[in-house]
Each structure stands twice: as C-alpha cells, then as structure tokens.
C-alpha cells in the first residue's frame, strides 16, 4: 500500500507517504473544531434545516479546508506537495464544469 501511495504521489519514500497522511488527519481534525466553532458562532445546531448547514459546509467550510491543509503542510514541511495536490483538485472540479457546458452548448 505504501508503494502505491508513493507512486501515486510521486514521492521519494515511506516517511513523505506518512507526513501526507499525518497532514490530512490534522485538517480533518483542525475542520471539526472550526466547524464546531463557526456553526456556534452562526447559531446552526442539529435542528437548523439540513439545506442551510449543507450551505454553510459547500460555500465556508470546503474553502477553509483547503486553507487549512495547505497551512498544515506548511508546518510539516510539504507545503508544494499539498499546493500541486491543490490544483490539481480544482483543475479537476473545474472541468466538471466546462464539460457540462460544453454538452449544452448549441451548435
């Protein structure tokens, strides 16, 4: 598994295989507690309508995780790997897009 992480990543070994994924684990850990924070400081709770908290997530929360792990790969010393992982992630997402509006695109 290890090796397919480090091809996968195009990393030099085991120990930058581990730093990624320690990295990850603090973002998602580090999201939690902001998430926490924020939904208190907005007045979300379990009861507020289930569109608003999805909301909250897509247009805060997604962009602040992103901020966040590029702030923890700074700190363990792989800011490059996660601003090309970064990158790519949205070249990605953003050819979602230009996909579909090429499908409906008339000609």
């Known amino acids: 598994m290890i090796e397919k992480l480090k091809q996968r990543w ?3 070994n ?7 994924l320690v990295v990850f684990a ?4 580090s999201v939690l507690y902001v998430k926490r924070w924020l ?3 907005i007045g979300l709770t379990g009861d507020s309508p289930a569109w608003l ?3 909250v997530n897509i247009l805060i929360i997604l962009p602040l995780y992103q901020v966040i792990l590029l702030a923890w790969g ?11 992982f970064e990158k790519r992630m949205f070249s990605r997402i953003g050819g979602l897009f230009r996909a579909k509006k ?3 695109t008339p000609e």
């Not at 085991?14 to 990624?20: A, S």
């Not at 603090?26 to 850990?29: A, I, L, N, Q």
């Not at 700074?74 to 090309?84: A, P, R």
């Open 10 to 12: 195009n990393v030099r």
């Open 14 to 20: 085991g120990w930058d295989v581990l730093i990624i």
């Open 26 to 29: 603090c973002t998602g850990f």
């Open 39 to 41: 939904f208190e400081l």
């Open 53 to 55: 908290r999805w909301g």
């Open 74 to 84: 700074w700190i363990w010393g792989k800011f490059t790997f996660f601003w090309e």
């Open 102 to 104: 090429a499908e409906t």
